[in-house]
């Protein structure tokens, strides 16, 4: 909060916390790493979504500092999407992701757009990686029309 009143971010904080400020829709494109966010995504979070100039002082949820900009999770995962079903192996991909879209996005303001997932990506063949490349442009090119996704806050 000291850094938010003063001004005193480090430079490349600063620069991370600009490019959250200028966006409309932010992208988090990640392998799904120990049922959550790979440490350096994590620890980017933990650095530049700061107390004071990304929430606090009653900008939370609907009222959140983000408010009118969208956020997408882009994921793969190492397992089947049969592995994240409920009752499936791993549990509902939907539950494993929602301290991100919930606890984050939605926390900070963020509208949230339904996930994208590609999964077992690593063991896909060439032709099956290219359909996934090009049902995930498909949804980019639409984005702009694209409605929030109901993550719940059960």
């Known amino acids: 909060m000291h850094a938010t009143e003063v001004h005193g971010f480090a430079p490349d904080v600063e620069t991370e916390l600009e490019k959250l400020e200028w966006c409309d829709l932010m992208i988090w494109q990640f392998p799904l790493w120990w049922f959550g966010l790979p440490a350096i ?13 990304t929430y606090g002082y009653g900008r939370f949820y609907e009222n959140g500092v983000f ?9 793969t995962t190492g397992g ?11 549990g509902d991909i939907h539950s494993i992701l929602r301290p991100i879209q919930r606890g984050i996005f939605e926390f900070t303001g963020f509208s949230v757009l339904a996930p994208h997932i590609a999964y077992a990506a690593a063991h896909r063949t060439d032709e099956e ?17 694209e409605e929030s996704y109901d993550v719940g806050i059960y």
């Open 80 to 90: 089947p999407g049969s592995d994240y079903e409920k009752g499936g192996w791993n």
């Open 67 to 75: 408010q009118g900009k969208r956020a997408l999770i882009s994921l």
């Open 41 to 53: 995504l994590k620890g980017w979070a933990d650095r530049t979504l700061a107390m004071g100039r």
């Open 129 to 145: 990686r290219t359909d996934e490349l090009a049902r995930y442009a498909k949804r980019l090119r639409q984005i702009q029309s």
